[in-house]
């Protein structure tokens, strides 16, 4: 068998159902958002010749909504994220999900995290996520009433650190919001750069939100980050909770913590309005 069509094998054609394995069971505490009034489900979006599947949630009257992409956790475009976006619907903003592994592979039927960071996660390219979020945006704008000036960006997890580099990225950007992104690593081919290598480079304030129990950030990165920022003049922004864990907004999980997640949630949704995103 070829390369090619190895890896073909592995494309990711649709969204799966429910919750990636990974994640099972789920917990009690577990958020659903219905998508009454609102038109919600998935769509395909056309990125560099790809169809690339993703989830998109919007009032369903209205039109110029504002746009939020909504970047995924290591855990890929499952429910939680789909709840997400119908929570954003609800606020009033078109919401978009794109699956941004879907080139690499379906993560949602791997049960071990170790497993999903080796066959998939690493092999995913900074680049192609960044042209991937500019294709969703472009495709929002033109097919699903999306205003043209109002651009925002969140993202979880692994979708965290994405939000940092998009905000370095994508100058029509008006306001990102990075929940407990790494902040710093390695570098090589595919990441060539972390959020803390561009501080100076921001072309849109970011609101960092981050755990100060979180064992895989560790406070020390976030002020460093901090003091990158702010050495930069930078308007952007970092609110650590004590004593809270990563994952911290994961509804679905152990790590949930509602009185940050809310918190959280409701700075995010100021931060966007005081910086013109809705």
Not at 74 to 83: K, Q, T
Not at 182 to 200: F, T, V, W, Y
Not at 217 to 226: E, G, Y
Request: glycine letters at 8%.
């Amino acid at each position: 068998m070829s390369e090619t069509t190895t890896r073909r094998a592995f494309v990711t054609t649709s969204l799966a159902a429910g919750f990636a394995l990974a994640v099972q069971p789920v917990s009690a505490d577990t958020v659903t958002t219905d998508a009454e009034g609102l038109v919600a489900g998935e769509v395909k979006i056309l990125s560099g010749g790809f169809q690339m599947p993703a989830y998109r949630a919007m009032p369903k009257t209205g039109t110029k909504f504002p746009v939020v992409l909504v970047v995924q956790e290591i855990f890929g475009v499952h429910e939680h994220l789909r709840d997400l976006c119908r929570r954003f619907a609800k606020a009033g903003f078109c919401a978009v999900a794109p699956e941004l592994y879907a080139r690499q592979g379906d993560v949602s039927k791997l049960t071990d995290i170790a497993e999903i960071f080796e066959k998939v996660v690493t092999k995913v390219p900074d680049a192609q996520v960044m042209g991937d979020l500019d294709a969703a945006w472009e495709w929002a704008k033109k097919a699903s009433n999306g205003d043209p000036v109002k651009l925002s960006i969140t993202g979880f997890c692994w979708g965290g650190r994405e939000v940092w580099l998009y905000a370095a990225h994508q100058p029509k950007l008006k306001a990102a919001a990075a929940w407990y992104g790494r902040i710093s690593g390695a570098h090589n081919e595919l990441q060539p750069k972390h959020p803390i290598d561009l501080a100076k480079s921001l072309k849109a304030p970011v609101l960092g939100l981050y755990g100060g129990a979180d064992s895989g950030i560790p406070v020390a990165h976030v002020d460093m980050m901090k003091a990158e920022l702010a050495a930069a003049k930078s308007p952007s922004d970092i609110v650590v909770y004590p004593d809270t864990p990563h994952g911290f907004n994961a509804d679905y999980r152990p790590s949930y913590r509602k009185s940050a997640a809310d918190d959280a949630w409701k700075r995010m949704l100021e931060w966007f309005a005081k910086n013109g995103a809705s």
